[in-house]
């Protein structure tokens, strides 16, 4: 996994104001100088989390309420979790 481009995420992810990130343990990038610079800072001032398995903890998201928001609609939601995928 490339961490330049982890590091883009967890700096946007800062930038729209999120409380912080869950990456795959076994599927994202190391934590490193390269991942710090990438993120300018921001990893410092992000919450980072990590889980094994990703489909479980999406489950556990959903079965808590805190995926309540459909893109098909448009609705004030204020418990959002974006996803992206492999990277």
């Known amino acids: 996994m490339d961490p330049q481009n982890l590091g883009a ?6 930038f729209f ?3 912080g990130v869950v990456l795959c ?3 994202s990038a190391p934590l ?4 710090t610079k ?3 800072g921001s990893l410092e ?10 489909m479980q ?3 556990s998201l959903a079965k ?8 098909s609609e448009i609705q004030l939601c204020f418990n959002i979790s974006l996803m992206t995928n492999s990277e």
């Open 9 to 14: 995420i967890i700096r946007s992810a800062y």
């Open 17 to 19: 104001g999120a409380s």
């Open 25 to 27: 343990a076994k599927n």
């Open 32 to 35: 490193s100088g390269v991942l």
């Open 38 to 40: 990438a993120s300018v």
């Open 45 to 54: 001032l992000t919450e980072l989390r990590s889980c094994n398995n990703m």
């Open 57 to 59: 903890f999406l489950v």
């Open 64 to 71: 808590s309420g805190t995926i309540n928001c459909l893109f």
